[in-house]
Structure formats: structure tokens, C-alpha cells
């Protein structure tokens, strides 16, 4: 009688040590798991608030005084004035700018030399227009570009697109990136000085 009560009070134990082993495992998971949901919700919060936005630009004005085309050999005369905004939407970080030259382009090729930009540091939530003037002479293109432009000069309007190219770097970080920055314009000619101008603000974009 004694031993089959030992018995049963042996069984009783073996069964009850699987029990409390399975709730500590389902303990420390569910620990694991509410630990690492914290961990990155704290992660994805410090991402947002940290991690740095990337910068913006627009064309706040382009004047043309001379654009003519020459026709043998096919080449530009140009003088061209810009004011192109940079802008740091951040609230914490800095942007140093560095190597930068601003030129024109008509229908993916260049028609107006490039202009160098003196490097320089945008605080955090600063804004800096900077005016640039682009002179060409004689600047050689293509017989079939030439034709192009000499058609849309003659009908009055004709699209451009003036870029910003160069390296940025932000305050916390170690290394430079390239960039390129792309603002498209529409202009229209008239009998005045300037031939063209817009004051549209247009947003440019950037690419890496």
C-alpha cells in the first residue's frame, strides 16, 4: 500500500515538472518577443527623427539675355543668369556642399558651358539662394540639335533644362555622395531685354 502510494505521488510530480518547464518557456518567448517589438519600435521612432531628409531646390528664376545659334560650324552664343534655391529641411543636421558647377542643357546635350559654385555649409532649416551667371561662346553642337533649336527659337518658346551637379555631405556622416540636380524650364522668347525669363519657382529634383 505504501509503495503504490509512492508511486502515485512520484507520477504526479513527473507530470506537474513538464508543466511548469512549458509556462517558463512560454514566459521568456513572450518576453523575447514584447522585448525585441519594443526595440524596434524604438529603432524605427530614433530613424524618423534622426536620419536625415533628403535636400530640395528650386529655380526661382532664369533670365535669358543672348541665346543665338551660328550656323556654320553649327554653334550657341549664350549669356544666361539663374537664382537656384537650396534648401535643409532637416532639424538637426547640417549639408556641406562641395565641387559644384551648374551648366544647361537643351535636349540632353549640353549648350551652355558650365559654371563653377564656391563650396559651401547650409545650416539645419536654412534656405540660400545662389545666382549664377552662364556665358557661352560659340559652343559647338550637333547639325540635327542645331536644327531643333533653331525651330524652336523661331516659333518662340523652347524647353530647357539647367542642372546642378556636385557632392554633399551631411554634418554627422564621413563620406561625400555625388548628386545631380535637375531643373526643367519652359522659355518663352520676346522682343525685350531679357529674350526670356520665368519666375515659376519650379521644384527640381535631385538624384543620387
Known sequence: ??????????????????????????????????????FGVCMVVSFIILYPKNPRFALKDAEIYDLQLTATPPSI??????????????????????????????KGETVIPEAPIAPFYLDHGETNPLSVSLVGKQQLVGPALASQFQQDRENGKMELEFKVTGNL????????????????????????????????????????
Open 1 to 38: 500500500m505504501s509503495s503504490n502510494a509512492a508511486n502515485s505521488t512520484g507520477n504526479h510530480s513527473a507530470n506537474r515538472q513538464p508543466l511548469v518547464n512549458d509556462r517558463f518557456v512560454k514566459i521568456f518567448v513572450y518576453g523575447m518577443y514584447t522585448s525585441l517589438a519594443a
Open 77 to 106: 552664343n549664350s549669356t544666361v543668369h539663374l537664382t537656384i534655391i537650396f534648401i535643409n529641411p532637416n532639424k538637426k543636421a547640417g549639408i556641406y556642399y562641395s565641387d559644384l558647377v551648374v551648366y544647361t542643357s537643351y
Open 169 to 208: 555631405k551631411f554634418k554627422d556622416e564621413k563620406y561625400w555622395c555625388p548628386f545631380t540636380v535637375k531643373c526643367p524650364a519652359l522659355m518663352k522668347f520676346e522682343r525685350k531685354t531679357p529674350l526670356s525669363s520665368t519666375t515659376q519657382d519650379t521644384v527640381c529634383s535631385i538624384k543620387y
